[in-house]
């Protein structure tokens, strides 16, 4: 069965640091796609950024809000996805996901969400 | 970017009914569009993808139709588990897009 765990969320100040980690199980880490989806309170739903599969070497994308903020990566040996975050300005207080790529047919969707992690900037 | 705009945002429906949910595109997507469900306090969870393809364990009373730039979410009967926020998704390019969501509430 897929399961994905994050954690690390917490209360931070404005233009602290906190990384977000992604525990994944019951499928081949390596072989998918991952990505973070936040949402704020009371809002919709916003991509954060992807991290590709191993055959495309591990490769990122960021949206626009995060980039050079954020950095996504992997540990294959602990089957984790992470989110690392700096310089967080109080609009990044959300929701944090972590999802799983799929790809069937041709065409891609978050199969799989964790539960999200709270992530709060605030002095 | 590729903006993905829902209609209605608000929708209060009965049990029983047919609602329609629709996404538009700024731009040609083909079919790569995904629909959302999302209850209050959980993760979002796969209804549709590839704008019409059923995803498993979803039940049938769920449809979706559309290419191009038009896209339709159609639950054909009400039942009380589906009051709840959908959301679409475009994954075409980046960044990857969602619409704003579609709140459905009991009337």
């Known amino acids: 069965e897929v399961h994905l765990v994050e954690s690390g969320g917490g209360l931070v100040p404005p233009g602290g640091s906190l990384r977000l980690s992604c525990a994944v199980s019951?499928?081949?880490?390596?072989?998918?796609?991952m990505n973070w989806v936040r949402q704020a309170p009371g809002k919709g739903l916003e991509w954060v950024g992807r991290?590709?599969?191993?055959?495309?070497?591990?490769?990122?994308e960021y949206a626009a809000s995060v980039k050079g903020r954020f950095t996504i990566s992997r540990d294959e040996s602990k089957n984790s996805l992470y989110l690392q975050m700096n310089n967080l300005k109080t609009e990044d207080t959300a929701v944090y996901y972590c999802?799983?790529?799929?790809?069937?047919?041709?065409?891609?969707?978050?199969?799989?969400w964790g539960q999200g992690s709270l992530v709060t900037v605030s002095s | 970017d590729i903006q993905l705009t829902q209609s209605p945002s608000f929708l209060s429906a009965s049990v029983g009914d047919r609602v329609t949910i629709t996404c538009r595109a700024s731009r040609g997507i083909s079919g790569s569009l995904v629909w959302y469900q999302q209850k209050p306090g959980k993760a979002p969870q796969v209804l549709i993808y590839?704008?019409?393809t059923l995803q498993s364990g979803v039940p049938s009373r769920f449809g979706g139709s559309g290419s191009g730039t038009e896209f339709t979410l159609t639950i054909s009967s009400l039942q009380p588990e589906d009051f709840a926020t959908y959301y679409c998704?475009?994954?075409?390019?980046?960044?990857?897009?969602f619409g704003q969501g579609t709140r459905l509430e009991i009337k």
């Open positions: 998704q475009q994954a075409t390019g980046y960044p990857i897009t």
């Open positions: 590839a704008a019409s």
């Open positions: 991290s590709r599969n191993k055959d495309n070497s591990y490769s990122t």
């Open positions: 019951g499928f081949t880490f390596s072989d998918h796609y």
């Open positions: 999802t799983r790529g799929y790809r069937s047919g041709g065409h891609d969707m978050e199969d799989y």
